[in-house]
């Protein structure tokens, strides 16, 4: 069982050796444990650094967005024969021994996908009060649409199984959060959380959520999209019966104006 540890990396190089000597070696139910860092376009020595302390490189020669940067970590473990693929960001906010955890459900083969819960225990210290909301309502959007109970499906922690890397459909160069939980659950396979630990340093910006209004439209893009691809006749169904709806107020309207005027002396 060959387990590939992926790191996305944008202008790192203060963290990228720190958080790849963190990285466990071995786990149990593991033959063997390799490092990724896809760097996305950084203009330090973050390639350079992650290369020094072992890590295979993946180079984006411009910055793309995690979405790439998943898509091109999904295709270096397809082509490396990994059978599992886990995910961790570069700026030490979670902790690598958690790592097992995630893996564990896929292990006993009770998921194909296990995504990091940071939300068990409520907002996290120090997360932003307005990320937590927006993260809680995107959540809410994602579990209506997918017919699963979520807590957190933005967390970047998160591990796959092949079959779910075969079986992925992500398009979006922005994120890849949503689109990854949807394409799975839309095609039958299992998804599960598990509680995973944060820390959040308030001196630094996230490079994906740092703009709250752009992170929603983007967001909202991508759900339109898969809702798009795996449930057309519920987008269209909802809009025809929206503007059935309209049409039929009008209807009424004018209705009740053309009576109203045949009753006037």
């Known amino acids: 069982m060959k387990l590939l540890i992926y790191i996305p990396a944008f202008n790192e190089a203060e963290n990228i050796q720190q958080v ?13 444990v390799n490092t990724l860092v896809v760097d996305d376009g950084s203009t330090d020595r973050t390639a350079e650094l992650a290369r020094s302390a072992s890590a295979s490189v993946v180079v984006h020669y411009k910055n793309r967005g995690v979405g790439a940067a998943f898509r091109s970590a999904v295709q270096f473990a397809l082509e490396h024969d990994a059978d599992l693929l886990v995910s961790i960001d570069a700026d030490g906010q979670f902790n690598p021994l958690e790592i097992s955890l995630l893996v564990a459900p896929i292990l006993a083969d009770r998921a194909n ?58 398009f979006g160069d922005f994120t890849y959060t949503h689109e990854s939980i949807l394409s799975l659950l839309y095609q039958g396979l299992r998804v599960e959380e598990v509680p995973v630990s944060v820390y959040y340093d308030t001196a630094r910006k996230s490079r994906v959520a740092g703009s709250i209004s752009n992170y929603a439209w983007q967001t909202s893009k991508i759900i339109l999209r898969m809702l798009l691809n795996y449930r057309p006749l519920r987008v269209f169904g909802t809009t025809g019966a929206i503007l059935i709806g309209i049409g039929g107020l009008f209807e009424l309207f004018l209705f009740h104006e053309g009576a109203f005027r045949l009753r006037s002396p």
Request: proline share 4%; glycine share 12%; charged share 25%.
């Open 20 to 32: 790849i000597a963190a990285l466990p070696r071995q786990l149990a139910g593991i033959d063997q």
């Open 113 to 170: 996908m296990v995504v990091g819960n940071r939300f068990e225990k409520g907002k996290p210290e120090n997360m932003p009060g307005l990320k937590f909301w927006g993260n809680k309502k995107v959540t809410g959007i994602i579990s209506s649409i997918s017919g699963q109970k979520f807590t957190d499906v933005s967390c970047g922690f998160r591990a796959y199984d092949r079959e779910a890397l075969l079986r992925l459909n992500v």
